[in-house]
């Protein structure tokens, strides 16, 4: 495994109109190219996810996995705003030298998927194998393989969509409510906004989750993990909350949380392409679509449309008790679904697996 940054060293015009100097994408790859360079699978992280996928999806990615090494070439980006080593909030402005902070612009996913073309131009990628992602990473995949249809082989989107709903602009415009209620947001420092973060992140776990996940997960017959003041003695649903605002505040700032929330809001792939149908009518891959059952954030439909809408496009529903996490969680019957969809094109399968 392999974590490098590339470096864009030219100005950068952004959807927003907003023009940087430069740019720069932390990026991790897994295995290696092989001489036809026809073996790439480019995995895109969601949120508050980093580049390297076997943090995070160690079910389908790594050593023995479905996405071995062995096998394929594979690569991920840290997106545009983040804070694992990508350019971003905390990152010096070449302008200023001095940091972003509140001044960080606004990457839209169709301003993320464009840096990444710079970097797969510099690695001498023409072809992509297996482009796949879920949440905000299954919308910057579609920003892409409309943006270039030739490029992906095969598309795999799972529990996102074409146009980011009213639903969830919504659960994100809370989050940054909470952000900016913080005393401490206003501040020019890398702290600013934590405590507003953690409340933020209490309701995006909502939103990922569901009545039945909780009732499942955080009964109110455990004991918590978390210490919580409260007159009867601390529930577990309470305690998850607080530690999951803890853990997030670890590892994350609040300057990325909130510019992400946004670029997630502007996602709309039938922008300046007169509709959202007509888009997605663009894509030419071999596409595979999933979509989780009790998904609050992404529900199943949105995963529908996109899939009556791309040409030749398969749907699969996956049940789980997760919501939105099940993309996450789910990898079993994820797996499944993959290795069926990606064997039925045998000759490129096999041209890859055997050589």
Known sequence: MSTQVYTHTEPFILESGETISQYHLAYTTLGRLN????????????????????????????????FDPAT??????????????????????????????????????????????????????KKIQIGIGGSM?????????IEEPELFEHVIALATNAQHSPWGIAFNASQRMCIETDATWKEKMPEAGLQ??????SIALL???????????????????????????????ESYQRYQGEKLAKRFNAFSYYRLS??????????????????????????????ITNDLLFPPDEQKKIADHIPGAVYH??????GHDGFLLEYEKIEQLLKSFIKEDKVSYLKIVNQ
């Open 196 to 201: 507003g973060m953690k409340a933020a992140r």
């Open 72 to 125: 394929w070439f594979i690569i991920c980006v840290n997106m545009p705003g983040s804070c694992y080593g990508s350019i971003g909030p905390l990152e010096i402005n070449p302008a200023t030298n001095e940091r972003w902070y509140h001044d960080f612009p606004l990457f839209t996913t169709r301003d993320m998927v464009r840096t990444y073309r710079s970097l797969r131009e510099h690695l001498g990628i």
């Open 207 to 237: 939103s990922y989750r569901n009545n039945n996940t909780y009732n499942l997960t955080q009964p109110r017959d455990k004991k918590t993990a978390w210490p919580v003041s409260h007159p009867f003695g601390g529930e577990a649903a």
């Open 137 to 145: 990473g299954g919308q910057q995949l579609l920003e892409w393989a």
């Open 317 to 322: 529903l996956i049940e789980s008790a997760y």
């Open 262 to 291: 946004q670029a997630m809001d502007a996602h709309d792939v039938g922008r300046g392409r007169n509709s959202v149908e007509e888009a997605l009518g663009r894509i030419r891959s071999k596409t595979l679509v999933i979509g």
């Open 35 to 66: 001489a036809r360079k026809d073996n790439v699978v480019w995995v895109f992280h969601a949120l508050t996810a980093n580049s390297n996928p076997t943090d995070w999806w160690p079910g389908l990615v790594g050593e023995g996995k479905l």
